[in-house]
Each structure stands twice: as structure tokens, then as C-alpha cells.
């Protein structure tokens, strides 16, 4: 795949977790970034005062085609979503307002002002509580939370755009994200393991083990983590290969390790990181819980070209030195 020409990519959601990550991955490819974000969950510093910045909500149809329009943009890469799988069950509107309205006004802009490559953040979640050992792209989608059914509407918003209007989409399916690239680009969110059993930590409190009666070798679940500096160069190989595939194509790969891990091991991992035993707590089951969700990553490889190079013990060292750096408020 010959090399993409340096080009400037509509980043959406860039203030956030994530999105932060993926600024950098996109301008260490050599891209100009312009973000788009609503600064609803997001935090301005994270972008660089190199970056041209919108404030503006995704599913304004009207404020993307504008933006869109005013930037010579090679492509877009769709990061602002609600992600909140608890939230999504108790504020299921909010998330098919945020989440699929957003990606329907965003395609909409893209069609009208003619911008044809799209990025698209898809989450593992899209495949609800699969049985199998390893999940492939071809595995059957079946979300059981709100938060699930619209990322996996939101790539059927891309695809059939793909398909009537030329659009060329690359979705990447996020497994369990953890870590952080520097220590001001920390996860200060307070919806998963990593980030909630650091806040535990800095609190003085055990931390808590959703279950340990799962079918599992140690019985907690077992999940597919990848440090989000390895997902934001995804992002880079993804924005290349949308650029570079057909019109009219749509491809989904799986973002992870393709190795699982327990929370127990997560936990032996932030003992090591904090220099003490933390002294984890079991307690009952979270509802919605798959035991296990572990993706392959041989289309990705092949695909883009791209391994998550990180270990676990990377992320949890790289989350602990950021929270010590920037505790979240
Ligand atoms: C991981 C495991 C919990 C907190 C995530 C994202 C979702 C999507 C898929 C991107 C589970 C257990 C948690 C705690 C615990 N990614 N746990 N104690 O549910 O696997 O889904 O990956 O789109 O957005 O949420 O992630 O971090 O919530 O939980 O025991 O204090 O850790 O039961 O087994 P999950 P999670």
C-alpha cells in the first residue's frame, strides 16, 4: 500500500481519552488534525495549540457541513460517541440521540460536501455475549446493551453510505482500552477497570471484583486489554487504508491484543505498578457481563498492518504514572 499523502483529517471527539491519543498518532503520520468536539466529557487542554479546534456537536448537520466545508479535509475519524455501557441501559435515548443521530448528521455533512473516507470508532461491545474462544470480525453481532446496539447501527449508518454515495469506511471494533501515551493523556473516566481501580487505590479503598464464579481459570472475567497509544496508531493505519481502498467500501477489524487477561491478573498488575498489595475485593457479579470476550487480530495485521506492540503491564504502569500526574478532580 503505497504510502498516503499527507492530508488533514476531521478529527471528532479529539479532547477526549482517546481521541487525544489519536491527534498525535494522526500528526505523527505527517496529517494536519482539526478537532471537532462538544467539550461535553472531553478537556481542551489535551489538544495541542497546533490543532485548529471546533466546538461543536457532531449531530449538528448543519455545524459539520460547515466545518467540514471550511477544511480541505482528506477524511474523517468518528470518535465522539457516549461510551458508558451502565449509562447506555439507564439513558438508552441519550445514547441513540449522541451516538447514532451523530453519525447519520456526520455521514449527511460528509455526502454533501463530498468527503469521501471515514474512520469509524466501533467497539467490541458489538458483539454482546459471545461464546467462543477468540471473536472474529465475521462473528455473529448480537449487542445486549444500548450502548452496543449503537455502534453497531452506527456502522451500518457507514456502510450503506459507503455503498449509495461512494463513502470508503474502515470501523475499528475497540476491545478493552487501558494505559496512556504521556502522563497528561490519562483515562480520568470512571467507567472502567483500569481507571476505577486507580481511583480505588488513590482513595485508600479496596478495589472491587465484579465476580469471581465466572467459567474462567481464576473465575473473573477475562478481557482483551490494548494500550490506547496502540489503538491511536490504528487510527493512522486506518485513516491510510480508507483512503487507499475503493469507493464504496466498507471493512470492520478487530482492535485488540488478541490475548486475554483476567481482573484478577489486572489487579496483580496495579499491585505492582502502585508497590503494594492492593487487597482487591470480590463482590457479586455486574449484570451484563460476558466471561469471557477475547478478539482475534489477524485482519488487522493483515489488513493494516498494524500489532498492538504494549503489555498489560505497560497500561496499568503508563495509567498509574498519569493519574499520579494529573489526578482526576
Ligand atoms: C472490564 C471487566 C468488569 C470495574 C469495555 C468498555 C466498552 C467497550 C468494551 C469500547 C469486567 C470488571 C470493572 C471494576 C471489575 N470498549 N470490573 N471491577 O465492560 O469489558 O467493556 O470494553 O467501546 O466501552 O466498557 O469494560 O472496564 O467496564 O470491565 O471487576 O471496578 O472488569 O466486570 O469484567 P467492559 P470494563
Known amino acids: ?15 477526549g481519552y482517546i481521541g487525544a491519543h489519536v491527534i498525535r498518532s494522526l500528526q505523527g503520520a505527517g496529517h494536519e488534525v482539526v478537532v471537532v468536539d462538544d467539550l461535553s466529557t472531553g ?8 490543532v485548529a479546534f471546533v466546538r461543536a456537536d457532531v449531530s449538528d448537520r448543519v455545524a459539520m457541513t460547515r466545518v467540514l466545508a471550511s477544511h480541505a479535509v482528506t477524511g474523517v ?160 493505519a486506518a485513516a491510510e487504508a480508507a483512503a487507499s481502498a475503493p469507493s464504496g467500501g466498507f471493512v470492520a477489524y478487530n482492535i485488540g491484543r488478541g490475548v486475554g487477561a483476567s481482573v484478577l491478573e489486572v489487579m496483580a498488575q496495579v499491585s505492582r505498578a502502585v508497590g503494594r498489595d492492593i487487597d482487591a475485593e470480590v463482590v457479586g457479579r455486574r449484570p451484563g457481563d460476558p466471561a469471557r470476550i477475547v478478539g482475534s487480530v489477524a485482519a488487522a495485521r493483515d489488513g493494516l498492518g498494524w500489532i498492538g506492540e504494549r503489555d498489560l503491564g505497560d497500561m496499568v504502569t503508563s495509567a498509574w504514572s498519569a493519574w499520579q500526574a494529573y489526578p482526576p478532580t
Open 43 to 50: 478537556v481542551r487542554r489535551k489538544i495541542p495549540a497546533d
Open 77 to 236: 475519524v468518528h470518535l465522539a460517541a457516549k461510551k458508558a455501557v451502565g449509562e447506555s441501559v439507564e439513558h438508552p435515548l441519550d445514547y441513540y440521540r449522541h451516538n447514532v443521530d451523530g453519525a447519520v448528521a456526520l455521514a449527511e455533512a460528509m455526502v454533501d460536501v463530498g468527503v469521501r473516507n471515514v474512520v469509524y470508532s466501533s467497539s467490541a461491545a458489538v458483539y454482546g455475549d459471545i461464546d467462543v474462544d477468540l471473536v472474529t470480525e465475521q462473528s455473529a453481532t448480537v449487542p445486549v446493551s444500548p450502548y452496543g446496539q449503537t455502534k453497531l447501527i452506527g456502522e451500518w449508518v457507514f456502510q450503506d453510505a459507503a455503498v449509495a454515495h461512494g463513502l470508503s469506511c474502515v470501523a475499528l471494533r475497540y476491545f478493552n482500552v487501558a494505559g496512556a501515551g504521556g502522563d497528561d493523556l490519562g483515562d480520568t473516566g470512571a467507567f472502567n477497570l483500569v481507571p476505577l481501580a486507580l481511583r480505588a487505590v488513590a482513595q485508600g479503598v479496596r478495589p472491587q471484583v465484579f465476580g469471581a464464579d465466572y467459567p474462567t481459570p481464576d473465575g473473573t472475567c477475562v478481557r482483551d486489554y490494548i494500550h490506547v497509544a496502540d489503538l491511536a496508531e490504528a487510527h493512522a
Open 1 to 15: 500500500m503505497p504510502p498516503l499523502q499527507p492530508g488533514t483529517w476531521l478529527l471528532t471527539g479529539g479532547a
